[in-house]
């Protein structure tokens, strides 16, 4: 006799996982809402997506442990999430899979997610760099409608301030099939419309005010 209880500890093991951070993460695809907060003496805001339930096995593991727990990619991004003690290791280890692999773009979007991580967590913006680097070699790799590597091109793009950019590429996401993930790309694309339509707002009649003196000067650059 089929028993259907017997299958539902494999299947909630199956399942994917809640989100960890912003990125879009394999095994973590389940949304829920994050807030940035800004960390006193800190340049790079931290993203609190809320409560994360650790498992207990991940619970006490050491910085020299961590390796061991990281044989699959799958492995390396739960301890990625999980223990925030191996997020050196595992971008590290996420990078070497990636260059056996350079065309995979499952793998690096999720080592552009991985950058953006320890980005927040060792407050080193420079691999918000790394980051899009990453993402945007996973969105050439990647089928048209898969959207984890657009989702973490643009929330990149955003973090380095590239704003016309991550405009466009929070616009493909928002346009895909609606789901909580894409409503949060209408979020972001929806405020740095509104930020770079404020920007023009206060930077043109500082322009007015400029423009004489460089048409007298024949600055014809600045005029342009």
Known sequence: MFCLAALLPSLALAAPARRVGEPWLQGFSTWRPCHAMHVAKHVVDQTDCGKVTVPPEVVSITVGECDRFMRTEADTVRMLAYAPQCTNVAVQRLATFASRRPSDAQLLSDL?????????????????????????????????????????????????????????WWDEVRRAAPNAWTAEAEVHYTALTRKRTRSAAVQWPLNQRRLPDAARRGDTRAVR
Do not use: C, K
Not at 131 to 142: K, N, P, Q, Y
Not at 149 to 164: H, K, S, V, W
């Open 112 to 168: 552009a997610g991985a950058y953006y991580i320890r980005a927040e967590r060792n407050d080193a913006p420079s691999d918000f760099v790394r980051s899009l680097d990453a993402a945007e070699r996973a969105v050439a790799s990647a089928l048209p409608a898969a959207l984890p590597p657009r989702f973490n091109r643009a929330l990149a793009g955003e973090a380095l301030g590239l704003t016309p950019d991550a405009i466009q």
